[in-house]
C-alpha cells in the first residue's frame, strides 16, 4: 500500500517546538519533493514548508525562521521542525509527496495535481 504517515503533533506549550515526521511505506520517498500543509477547521488548506529531491527549501512567510524541513532518504522520511511555536487555533499537518520529473528540482507550497501523495494528517495544537 503506497501511503504516508505523519507523526508528532501533539499539545504544546506557547514557545515549544515540535518535530513532525512523514514516513513513507510503499514507494521511495527521494525521488519525490514533498510538502508540509497546514489546516485550520474551516479554512483553506495553506502550504508551510517544502523541501525538493536534492534539498532545495522553502517556507511561508509567516514561519520563516521558526520552521526547518529536512529529509532523510535512509529512513524514507521528512522531518518538520517548528520553534517557538505560538497560540494559535489548533490545526491539522499534512505531508504530501510531488512527483517530479527527472532533471528538475523543484517543490511547492500550493496544491497541484502532481501532489500525488496525502497523508491522513496530525493534529497540533498550541495552547497553555
Known amino acids: 500500500q503506497l501511503q504516508l504517515v505523519?507523526?508528532?503533533?501533539?499539545?504544546?506549550?506557547p514557545g515549544g517546538s515540535l518535530t513532525l515526521s512523514c514516513v513513507a511505506s510503499g514507494f521511495t520517498l527521494d525521488y519525490y519533493a514533498v510538502g508540509w500543509f497546514r489546516q485550520v477547521p474551516g479554512k483553506?488548506?495553506?502550504?508551510v514548508s517544502c523541501i525538493s529531491r536534492h534539498n532545495i527549501t522553502h517556507y511561508t512567510d509567516s514561519l520563516k525562521g521558526r520552521v526547518t524541513i529536512s529529509r532523510d532518504n535512509t529512513k524514507n522520511t521528512v522531518f518538520l521542525q517548528m520553534n517557538n511555536l505560538k497560540p494559535e487555533?489548533?490545526?491539522?499537518?499534512?505531508?504530501a509527496a510531488q512527483g517530479i520529473r527527472p532533471g528538475q528540482?523543484?517543490?511547492t507550497l500550493t496544491e497541484r495535481p502532481d501532489l500525488r501523495?496525502?497523508?491522513?494528517?496530525t493534529q497540533v495544537t498550541v495552547s497553555s
Do not use: F, I, K, T
Open 6 to 13: 505523519e507523526s508528532g503533533g501533539g499539545l504544546v506549550q
Open 44 to 47: 483553506e488548506r495553506e502550504g
Open 89 to 95: 487555533a489548533p490545526d491539522v499537518y499534512y505531508c
Open 105 to 107: 528540482d523543484r517543490c
Open 117 to 121: 501523495y496525502w497523508g491522513q494528517g
